[in-house]
Every structure is written in C-alpha cells, then in structure tokens.
C-alpha cells in the first residue's frame, strides 16, 4: 500500500537531482510513495510504472532511462534477493521520520551494498531530504531506530528466530543507538560475529542481541574480515594463516 510522503523544500535545491531530466525527479518521488517504511520498494519496473504513473502510457523503455538517471546519481541501490529485484532509497531512513514503522513488506537491502556508498558521516553520494506526511516530530527529536529491520537481518545471517518488539533487545539497540551507531553498524557486526561463531559449537549460542549489541559493541564493530582464497576471515586468523 502506497504512503504518502512530504517534500522538504531542500529537494529542490539539491544540485545531484539538476544533473537528471525533470520525469526522473518525479519518477523519484514516486518510488518514495511505493516503498515500505524502510525505503525499500520492489523493482519489477512493469509493476512500478504502472504504481507510479497509472494514467499515462509511458514506454517501458522510457521509464527504464529514468530508473537508470537515478541509479547514475546513486538515489537508489539496485539488489536482487532470492531471484527478485528491489531497490532501496539511499539515506531513506536517515530522512524519514516514521514514528510506528509498518512491517517490513520487502527484505533489507545487504549491508555491503549499503558500505560500498558510502556511511552515515556524509559520503553517501545524495542527501535529499523527504519526510511522512503524518509525522508532527520536530528536527531536534529522535530518529526512528528500525529494530526490525536490525532484528530481521540477525536471523537471516545467524539463522535465529529473535523478535525485534523484545523489550530486552530494543533496549539493548537503543543503547548503542544512543551512542551514535547506526543500521550499518550494527550490519556489520553481525556479519563479524556470524563468520566467526556461526559453526562454532560453543560459541553460536551467542548470536544474541544481548551479546553483539551489548558493551563490547564497539569492539566487535573494530574487527574486520579480510577476503583470501574466495573466504572472509579475520585479521586473527589472516595472520594465522600466514604463519602456517
């Protein structure tokens, strides 16, 4: 079900957005109306063109050049997942204020796909700014944190049945959330501690949001996990395997 969304008169200023034709622009906006409260929309192009322009009969082509002008300025991030399209809006979440998310229709965009454009501090390429039209929160209040969607992308990297409306464990993200870390982070440390404790025995049983988004958070998130001979390993065990 479509959502309505309010445009920041900064939208019209940003200079990424002048590089493209005036129908992509608007192609844009109709892709934010489309997407789940995650900012993330399905990319079958048949079915999004006719969503966002129902009484126009615009060429499949056509539409496809807009959907290509957006992805040239990296507004939108192309994945597939499990044999289907998505995009995702980058910055969605940083933008949008959404006090009682929907459910998650569509999965979430993986978080290296995320890191190859950029992070939280700025270097992802467009900053437009858009917002729910239902939203009375004023700039100074907090953000929405997406338990669900971090929640979510816990059992499918750890294989785990957590439930992202735990008091415990949103408590748990919202303390590292406090400090300034963000889905990305917490992407990632997921993905460190999965490689590692995932087929360990003993320590699987620690793939828990008590564990990776407790007080040793920022340490996880400082491990890194360095590609060799088609694998991620550690930089413990890289070196490890350098020795031998």
Not at 149 to 171: V, W, Y
């Amino acid at each position: 079900m479509a959502r309505s969304r309010v445009i920041k008169p900064e939208f019209w200023d940003d200079e990424k957005l002048s590089t493209i034709c005036r129908d992509a622009r608007l192609t844009f906006v109709g892709i934010w109306t489309n997407s789940d409260d995650y900012g993330v929309v399905k990319g079958n192009l048949n079915w999004l063109r006719h969503q966002i322009f129902p009484y126009d009969d615009i060429p499949k082509p056509t539409f496809e050049k807009w959907i290509k002008e957006l992805e040239k300025i990296k507004a939108i991030i192309r994945f597939d997942h499990h044999g289907e399209k998505f995009y995702c809006i980058v910055n969605f979440l940083k933008h949008q204020k959404v006090s009682h998310p929907s459910p998650s229709r569509n999965p979430s965009a993986p978080g290296n796909i995320l890191e190859s454009f950029g992070n939280d501090s700025g270097n992802i390429p467009l900053e437009t700014e858009t917002e729910t039209e239902t939203e009375t929160e004023t700039e100074t209040e907090t953000e929405t944190i997406p338990y669900q969607q971090i929640i979510n992308f816990l059992n499918s990297e750890a294989k785990t049945n957590f439930k992202h409306t735990n008091k415990k464990t949103q408590e748990h993200i919202n303390a590292r959330w406090k400090t300034g870390y963000r889905l990305k982070d917490f992407e990632y440390v997921i993905r460190v501690k999965t490689f590692q404790w995932l087929d360990n025995s003993e320590m699987n049983r620690f793939l828990r949001p008590e564990t990776l988004f407790g007080n040793k958070f920022e340490a996880y998130l400082n491990e890194k996990i360095i590609k060799k001979d088609s694998r991620y390993i550690t930089d413990e065990e890289f070196c490890r395997v350098d020795e031998e």
